[in-house]
């Protein structure tokens, strides 16, 4: 838009260069009227406002505790549809504790801790070796914590790891080989229960029974892990570890509790319109019940990655649509449920912390990544960082994101509407031929500019967000910045401006006044027309008298200073002659005054018909 008026601009400014040039043989008082026409079709405003509201609403999220590494989200975010995000600590607290353990030695359930018997202190025993023998997940540090506290003879410092298998597989486990002097080994497994019976020696009515136990833990939102000793000393370690036979040891059983506020950061979610779908690698029992007592909506369904990724294109964008719960997922599953969800028009925010999360914070509209427990590979994918791990701050983002798409429209707009009656004031007279041609200079063009630059940049990126914002669904994402309907008031808005500022340029004319007492009415009528648009303009729903409670002191700050400047330009004699001006009557002042609001209050019966139709 701003490349297209600059083309215009200068086309003008060349043509009445030229005409002027050809009529009177004046080439300088050409270039002053040409320059002074293209000064006022430029809306050099427009670059300078996205510039300023991308910089300065990047600076509020930090201070709100969200870093933006990539500014071109910060208007996104205000359009975000849907917010993937993980469990573990996303939505619980990440704090692990242990409820209870099953040992399938003496096929017992122990849910009093403090009084453990034989087989399962075995199990806590077998699930300390498979953990990292210096732990750093909040799982290991409580399995290391149960290890000290049930185990009388502490073994840890007589072996060391020989071999190990990382997290892997689908489920996945992990496997740790330790040896002692006397090249005794230990050969421990820890992972998903489905993945710890796939490797186990087990009857099938074993199986059966097992699944029954994991059913009831699981639906009580517990996290639970399999753990699994080797049946044999390994001379040579095979290729993977799913290859070793392994003995059930049994099951351990954590809770990671909602955090306190995630009901109602899910509930304002979606009071925005914004829909949650939790995307993790734990089972389906378990988020199922977590999700529930968090909140989340349609939490009936839930498919698994490897299900996920045998559907075609158009089963995958059915099922993300209907969907909100995805279990059991790896990197390529995740990436594929973005993808299908980008590919139902939607604007898609994913929040990450792990390796694994990294494609899926690339591809997503918005990336976010945690600033305590993200790792290094999902900070450098992801666009923000929630810097306190706090999911409530999306909330936060998403209403930044609004105030400044919101304002940053209302800016332009206003850009347009201003921009239409300086045009006219300036173009009008000269190419109708009327008596005073020249009825604005450059130097009105731009002290106008003056007061322009700093209403549509800091005054309107300091207005605060309108009442009803996060109570609005998210908009289309098949919406322009500025659609016809709001290009078309704005333009309406200019033209009414410059219908009242011509009536005046008219009737100072008709009353006999000379060229600068035209000219100083004509100004006071532009200036304070300005002053309402900027006013009126602060919402496009609410009246000028409710939004007058909205505190933005930099708006008032910039009318006193451009009254206080007007004022000083009609009444201040070196002012006066710089800016060829003259002393108006206070009638005649009043009269300008008064079209000037006529000219822009219209609006306000517009919005109150606005709001009486909704």
């Given amino acids: 838009f701003v490349r297209q ?19 009177n043989n004046d080439w300088l008082g050409g270039l002053l009227k040409g320059l002074t026409l293209a000064m006022s079709i430029l809306p050099e405003e427009i670059p300078v406002a996205f510039v300023t509201f991308i910089a300065l609403g990047s600076r509020r999220l930090v201070r709100d505790g969200i870093l933006v590494k990539k500014t071109r989200v910060v208007e996104t975010l205000g359009g975000a549809t849907v917010i993937c995000t993980d469990k573990t600590g996303t939505i619980t607290e990440n704090r692990m504790s242990l409820q209870c353990i099953y040992a399938n030695q003496n096929k017992k359930l122990s849910n009093d801790l403090s009084n453990l018997d034989g087989p399962a202190k075995e199990v806590i025993e077998a699930s300390m070796w498979s953990s990292e023998p210096i732990p750093f997940d909040p799982m290991e540090k409580t399995i290391h914590d149960a290890y000290e506290k049930n185990v009388v003879n502490d073994k840890r410092s007589a072996y060391a790891m020989i071999h190990e298998y990382p997290l892997g597989g689908k489920p996945p486990m992990m496997t740790h080989v330790f040896e002692n002097l006397q090249k005794e080994q230990i050969i421990a497994c820890k992972g998903a229960p489905e993945a710890i019976l796939e490797v186990c020696t087990l009857q099938d009515v074993e199986k059966l029974s097992i699944r029954n136990i994991i059913g009831k833990l699981a639906g009580k939102g517990y996290r639970l892990l399999g753990v699994a000793l080797g049946s044999d000393k390994l001379n040579e370690f095979p290729v993977t570890q799913q290859e070793i036979r392994f003995q059930f040891m049994g099951l351990l059983a954590f809770y990671d509790p909602p955090k306190k506020n995630i009901r109602e950061v899910f509930n304002s979610f979606y009071t925005a319109g914004v829909n949650i779908k939790i995307i993790t690698g734990d089972n389906a029992l378990t988020t199922r019940a977590i999700a529930e007592s968090a909140g989340l909506k349609d939490a009936e369904n839930v498919v698994d990655g490897d299900e996920l990724m045998k559907m075609s294109e158009s089963q995958l964008n059915d099922c993300v649509r209907n969907t909100n719960i995805f279990t059991r997922m790896f990197p390529e599953a995740k990436l594929a449920v973005i993808n299908a969800i980008k590919a139902n028009h939607q604007i898609v925010a994913m929040v990450g912390d792990g390796v694994n999360d990294g494609p899926a914070l690339k591809a997503a509209d918005i ?68 008596i005073y041609p020249n009825i604005f200079t450059p130097v009105h063009v731009i002290f106008l500019e003056l007061v322009m630059g700093p209403t549509c940049s800091i005054v309107f990126e300091n207005e605060p967000l309108e009442k009803n914002a996060m109570q609005r669904p998210p908009r289309l994402w098949t919406s322009s910045f500025l659609n016809w309907k709001e290009m078309t008031i704005s333009i309406f808005q200019g033209i009414m401006i410059s219908i009242g500022v011509l009536l005046i340029y008219q009737y100072a004319v008709h009353s006999g006044a000379d060229e600068d007492m035209t000219r100083t009415m004509v100004f006071i009528t532009l200036v304070m027309a300005n002053i309402f648009l900027t006013l009126v303009n602060r919402s496009f729903y609410y009246s000028i008298l409710s939004n007058l409670k909205n505190k933005n002191p930099l708006l008032f700050a910039v009318i006193s200073v451009t009254i206080i400047m007007l004022i000083a330009m009609v009444y201040v004699p070196a002012f006066r002659i710089f800016f060829h001006l003259a002393v108006p009557p206070i009638p005649d002042i009043l009269i300008c005054i008064t079209t000037a609001i006529i000219s822009v209050l219209w609006i306000e019966i517009w919005k109150w018909n606005k709001r009486k139709t909704k």
């Fill in 5 to 23: 008026m600059t083309f215009i601009g200068i086309l003008v400014f060349l043509m009445v260069w030229l005409i002027s040039f050809l009529k």
């Fill in 367 to 434: 990336g976010i990544a945690m600033g305590h427990k993200g790792t290094e590979l999902a900070k450098n994918a992801a666009d923000l960082i929630l810097l306190e791990d706090d999911l409530a701050k999306m909330i936060v983002a998403i209403a930044a994101g609004r105030r400044i798409y919101s304002n940053l429209k209302k800016a332009v707009q206003y850009i347009i509407s201003i921009h239409i009656p300086i045009i006219a004031t300036v173009s009008l007279p000269l190419f109708l031929g009327w």
